[in-house]
């Protein structure tokens, strides 16, 4: 698996693109916004754009899932279906975080834990990993030994636990008994700020003490 990350929308949300390099096939994680932006990535790395895959429902992360599929008819995959009521809350998140209104949609798959998902010859397992939201999922790619983790894991801190179902120690929960056990080796793309290891965190952030 490559990928590059296209940080997104005025929270600077990491939007990852990946592809698989026998195929050519690629993915783009949490589409936020700046669709052009994206475009733009997808057509520089010469990948043919086959999904969108999405961590949780919160704007930054799925605001700009309804135009991308609008312009390319893609399948989207993810989150897990507790986050349904953020995503049909997307007009609500509009004025409350101050964004311009997009268009809703209906993931075409909802996920659970243990699914799995293709790109390519690109296999990423589903690891569902509630507490920032009731729906997170992260995807796990063990080839490459890369978890795009959204919202629940950043370099040096953890995902707000203060939204709607959100729970402090449900997230701590997910860290520790779903995402530490992938290895220290781990690198993870979070949802916002630089990437890291699973190692680095355990050992260090002040959060999973
Ligand atoms: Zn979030």
Not at 57 to 62: K, P, Q, R, S
Request: charged share 25%.
């Amino acid at each position: 698996m490559k990928y590059r990350i296209i940080p997104v929308t005025p929270f600077q949300q990491n939007c990852t693109l990946f592809w698989c390099e026998q195929t050519g096939e690629a993915a783009v994680v949490d589409p936020g916004g700046d669709v052009e932006r994206i475009l733009n990535a997808v057509e520089e790395e010469g990948v043919r754009l086959t999904k969108v895959l999405l961590t949780h429902g919160h704007l930054d992360h799925v605001g700009g899932t309804a135009d991308l599929v609008a312009r390319l008819k893609l399948p989207v995959e993810g989150p897990a279906e507790q986050d349904r009521f953020w995503i049909e809350g997307l007009a609500q998140q509009c004025a409350m975080f101050g964004f311009d209104p997009v268009a809703g949609f209906e993931p075409d798959r909802w996920l659970v834990d243990g699914d799995e998902v293709s790109v390519g010859d690109v296999k990423l397992s589903v690891i569902h990993c509630p507490g920032h939201t009731p729906g997170h999922v992260v995807f796990y790619d063990q080839e490459s030994a890369v978890a795009q983790v959204g919202d629940v894991l950043f370099a040096g801190s953890i995902g707000r636990t203060d939204f709607p179902q959100g729970d402090h120690a449900t997230l701590i929960r997910s860290i520790k008994e779903r995402l530490l056990p992938l290895g220290d080796d781990v690198d993870f793309i979070p949802g916002h700020g630089p990437m890291s290891t699973l190692g680095d965190e355990r050992r260090t952030n002040p959060f999973l003490r």
